[in-house]
């Protein structure tokens, strides 16, 4: 089993800057295809972005492509987000998953079998 804590939200003008961070325990991190999505108010989870088992590969959704870059750090069993040009309309609480599917990119949410806690991010106009 896998456990994910996000940290890194909080609230930030637009055009600003924020890096997420999700901590996973256990040992089988590297074994793991891990994602970000994230929930606004009334709206459904969509996802964000997607990084492979090794770290070399990486996938986002049209609407953060050139702004967000998802990396990850197997040696600490953490994903990171990096969110830069950010927008009013980013704001959402965002969520790491794991998924232990072996194909590529995933990014169906039901396609992840663990899901972190969430944490907000405000993008203020």
């Known amino acids: 089993q896998v456990q994910l804590v996000e940290s890194g939200g909080g609230l930030v003008q637009a055009g600003g800057s924020l890096r997420l961070s999700c901590a996973a325990s256990g040992r089988t991190f590297s074994s793991y295809t891990m994602g970000w999505f994230r929930q606004a108010p009334g709206k459904e989870r969509e996802f964000v972005a997607v990084?492979?088992?090794?770290?070399?590969?990486?996938y986002y959704a049209d609407s953060v492509k050139g702004r967000f870059t998802i990396s990850r750090d197997n040696a600490k069993n953490t994903v990171y987000l990096q969110m830069n040009s950010l927008k009013p309309e980013d704001t959402a609480v965002y969520s790491c998953?794991?998924?232990?599917?072996?194909?590529?990119?995933?990014?169906?949410?039901?396609?992840?079998?663990?899901w972190g806690q969430g944490t907000q991010v405000t993008v203020s106009s």
């Open positions: 998953a794991a998924s232990s599917g072996t194909y590529y990119p995933i990014t169906a949410a039901g396609e992840y079998d663990y």
């Open positions: 990084v492979n088992r090794g770290g070399g590969r990486t």
